[in-house]
C-alpha cells in the first residue's frame, strides 16, 4: 500500500480504512502516553520508598531497640523483686505451716474434751437413769408404808375403841393414846 497523498502509484485506500489505521494510532498514542505516565510514577514511588524505607528504617529499629531497652530494664527490674519475693511466699508458708500445727493441736485437745465429756455424759445418763429406778422404788415403799401406817392407826383405833368399852378408861387417857399413835403415823408418814 502506498500514501495517496504522497502522489504514489498503487491502490487508493478507502476511508475505513484510514479511520481504522488512526484509530489504531491514536490508540497506540494513548497507550504509549499512558506507558509513559505509569512509569514516571513508578520511579517517582520508587524513589519515594527507597527515602522513606532508609530514614523510617533507621528510625524503626532506634524505636524497636528503645521498646527492647526498656522491656528489659523491665525484666531485670523483675528479676531483682523476685528473690524479696520468694523470701516472702517462704516466709507465709512457714507462718500458715505453723498455724496449721498449732490448729491440729488445739483440734486434737478438743477432740479429746470432748471425748472426756461425751463419757461424762454417759456416766452421768446412766446414773441418772439409777436415781430414777431408786425414785421409783421408793415412791412405791413409801404408798406401801402409807398403806401399812393406815392399816395400823385403823387397827390400834379399833383396838383402843374396844378397851375403852371393855376397860372403861378415863377419856384423858384414851384421848392421850389416840394422839400418841396420830403422833407415829404422822412419823411413818413423813419418813416415806
Known sequence: MVNAAAGTTGKASTP?????????????????????????ERNELQGILA????????????FELEMLNMEHQKVMLDLQKL?????????????LTEETVSCRILHNQVLNEWTQLKEKVRVLREENRKLRREQI??????????????EAHEKIYELSAK?????????????????????????CEITG
Open 16 to 40: 475505513t480504512s484510514l479511520t481504522k489505521q488512526e484509530q489504531q494510532m491514536n490508540k497506540l498514542d494513548k497507550l504509549t502516553h499512558q506507558l509513559e505516565m505509569l512509569t514516571n
Open 51 to 62: 527515602n522513606y524505607t532508609n530514614k523510617d528504617l533507621n528510625n524503626r529499629l532506634n
Open 83 to 95: 528473690p524479696k519475693e520468694i523470701n516472702e511466699a517462704l516466709q507465709k508458708c512457714k507462718q
Open 137 to 150: 422404788s421408793l415412791q412405791e415403799s413409801s404408798e406401801e408404808m402409807k398403806m401399812l401406817c393406815g
Open 163 to 187: 378397851e375403852m368399852l371393855i376397860t372403861n378408861i378415863p377419856s384423858i387417857v384414851i384421848s392421850v393414846a389416840i394422839q400418841s399413835l396420830s403422833g407415829k403415823l404422822a412419823s
